[in-house]
């Protein structure tokens, strides 16, 4: 059972030290990591993913419980207790949905009456996230980018059933962010989005922010924050349903931007 994992940080890319020497992520959380392009937010994803011990650029650690990670965790893809969804997943087979879901399925998930039931859960759960539903016959390589991206963290959520999520700018992709995220939090995991989405930051439970390879700061999203978040949510969603619309060639009035003033 994981309950927590650290972080032992390390040095910036000018070797200067980062702003705080832990940062402990509990079960039930969810954490943005946010900073400028070549910050360094896929470098630390990559040193949870790798289970870095000091032997990446930037000196971190990762502990499990406290602990270094057992072996096992790296070398046993069933057992391995991340799933990373980044940008440039790509599928090594055209397989249809349904394979793909039961290959998954088979190397997480042993009781076969089990299995059914998490890849129908696995389809329902992506297709509350993305306005395209998508069809156990397609191809992989047909669906769109929402759909993809939906699909994966829903696999990560419910067929592999990681305890830690982990998620490099996918908010580009055509997904109910709202949702994605009230959705995500009934399930007690560790979930860390690398974003430039000021919607997901604000409904974290904290942000890491990133700076020249560095960690410069750990914001709580305070009182205030949250509140905001509501006002965020809703300008976006007005912005997306005009997006809508005009890309279906219809007109736009004012009355689409009522309420927000
Ligand atoms: N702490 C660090 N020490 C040394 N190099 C780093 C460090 N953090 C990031 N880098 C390097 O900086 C570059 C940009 O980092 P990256 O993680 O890709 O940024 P981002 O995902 O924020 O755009 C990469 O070449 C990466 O290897
Ligand atoms: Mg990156």
Known sequence: MIDTITIMTGFGRSGELEAVPRIDLKMGDVVSIVGPTGSGKTTFINDIELFADANTPTGRRILINGERPPTEYRDDPARNPIAL???HTTFLSDLPVN????THARIRIT???QRETAIERTLSFANQLTGEPIMLESRMTELSGGQ???LLIADATIICNTPIVLLDEVENAGIHRTRALELLRQYRKIFIFVTHDPRIALLSDYRIVMQRGRITQVLHTDAEERKLATVVSHLDDVLSN????IRFGERVTSVELEGLA
């Open 242 to 245: 005009l997006r809508d619309k």
């Open 148 to 150: 993809t991206r939906a």
């Open 111 to 113: 009781d076969l009456a």
């Open 99 to 102: 394979e793909f879901l039961h």
């Open 85 to 87: 969804i980044t940008q």
